[in-house]
């Protein structure tokens, strides 16, 4: 969230971030509530420190044997209206908390004014997209029966799907691949964390209250699963603070990631293009302020990497003010190439939060353990998301003449096999 003595003394630019993010939170009704906070804190001090001039004289006239009765009365009345503000103080600090976690995160100053997707301009490409008509990747593994949606759908319901055979394999050998190459190139530390979260850790990370109808909620146990291990992991430092001389902090994560994804139906709901469970390597960092958009730039990079292992075509895009999301400062987005669906299909967002998540979630650092405690800045991407990579792998490294899926060099040390024929 954002410090509220930074709204209150910028408004007009917070005002202007919310329209250029495409919030609506209501800022007026938030500065409306901090006033109406600050003039009963003040009254309130104001009325404590009569109470204790006034006690003080009831002290002088008990000692002096005089009545002090009206004064003890006038005192009771004085506490009880103490004790009402309080209570109301309370309440207004409740509703503060609630309308700051509808305030979006503050854009960086990079990141360009747009309205949606077509407005995020292209900051590199890799390789050649193939111009060559591919079958899509739902033909391609339905014919190599190594992907089952039918019965995906059956057992659970659209979205969900069987990985068979020798497709099983190959979303393994992704998954070894990408975490060993994290892990021992990178210098990522591995975390396999739950795979359900409380609503604090939620809130913690921004997916909470914006996004929580696309949340997987277990009513029973007030628990969520989680839509990307971008929320266990970042919280496994929440309520701690850190040494400076320990950051940054960078920790790799496979989990499985769950979403409903509601309101994108509709939108490329075809097989593995939408999913509402998939698998996903993620990467996090717990960095310094002032080197935070370093930080940035290596994660882009370190997830860039495996997409040029692969061979596979991308392109990385930065995102327009309208298209970043709520919690993020400024976001790249990795984009592989389709040749069925002769588009661009994100693989990876890398962003960086700045204290925004660290706010939420209470995540701060001392730089010599006599100074006073700061906010770390956050930042995640995923390194990768399988899903869509799927779909590139099986799309791009089709061949033709017998229909068969060459595995890329790098994987073949993990499936054990080159190449899954009919």
Not at 3 to 8: H, N, P
Not at 209 to 219: T, V
Not at 249 to 266: D, H, I, L, N, Q
Not at 389 to 402: C, G, Q, S, T
Request: charged residues 30%; aromatic residues 8%.
């Amino acid at each position: 969230m954002l410090d509220l003595k930074f709204i209150r003394e910028n408004p007009e630019l917070v005002r202007k971030n919310i329209l250029l993010k495409g919030e609506d939170a209501d800022l007026d009704l938030l500065l409306s509530l901090d006033e109406e906070r600050r003039k009963i804190i003040a009254e309130v001090e104001s009325l404590k420190h009569q109470r204790n001039v006034v006690s003080n004289e009831i002290a002088r006239l008990k000692k002096e044997k005089q009545d002090a009765i009206a004064k003890i009365e006038e005192m009771r009345l004085v506490s009880d209206k103490i004790k009402a503000m309080d209570d109301e103080l309370r309440q207004i600090e409740q509703k503060i908390k609630q309308e700051l976690l509808r305030i979006p995160n503050m854009l960086h100053e990079s990141v360009p004014a747009g309205k949606d997707s077509s407005d995020n301009p292209v900051v590199r490409t890799w390789g050649v997209p193939l111009e060559e008509a591919r079958p899509s990747h739902l033909e391609i593994a339905k014919e190599l029966n190594i992907l089952d949606f039918e019965r995906g759908a059956k057992v659970t319901g659209s979205g969900f799907a069987y990985y068979v055979g020798k497709g099983a394999a190959l979303e393994r050998a992704l998954i070894t691949y990408m975490l060993e190459k994290h892990i021992y190139e990178h210098n990522y530390t591995e975390l396999l964390p739950p795979l359900v979260v409380n609503e604090n850790s939620m809130i913690g990370t921004g997916q909470i209250p914006k996004l929580a109808d696309d949340m997987y909620y277990i009513e029973k146990n007030e628990l969520y699963l989680i839509p990307t291990a971008e929320v266990p992991v970042t919280n496994y430092y929440s309520g701690e603070v850190l040494s400076a001389d320990d950051l940054p902090k960078k920790f790799v994560a496979y989990t499985p990631c769950f979403r409903r994804e509601a309101g994108s139906y509709g939108k490329e709901t075809r097989g593995f293009l939408r999913v509402h469970q998939f698998n996903k390597v993620e990467l996090v960092k717990f960095a310094l302020p002032e080197s935070s958009y370093d930080e940035l730039e290596l994660l882009t990079h370190d997830a860039e990497s495996i997409l040029q292992e692969l061979n596979l075509p991308y392109r990385v895009v930065l995102l327009c003010s309208g298209d970043t999301s709520f919690s993020s400062a400024k976001t790249y987005d990795l984009e592989v190439w389709s040749p069925a669906e002769k588009k661009w299909l994100e693989v990876s967002s890398c962003s960086n939060f700045e204290d925004f998540q660290a706010r939420r979630a209470n995540i701060r650092f001392k730089r010599t353990p006599n100074d006073k405690p700061e906010y770390v800045h956050t930042l995640n991407g995923s390194g990768l998301a399988t899903s869509r990579l799927i779909v590139a792998l099986l799309e791009n490294y089709y061949n033709p003449e017998d229909g068969s899926i060459t595995i890329p060099e790098v994987l073949r040390q993990y499936t054990k096999f080159d190449r899954i024929c009919k």
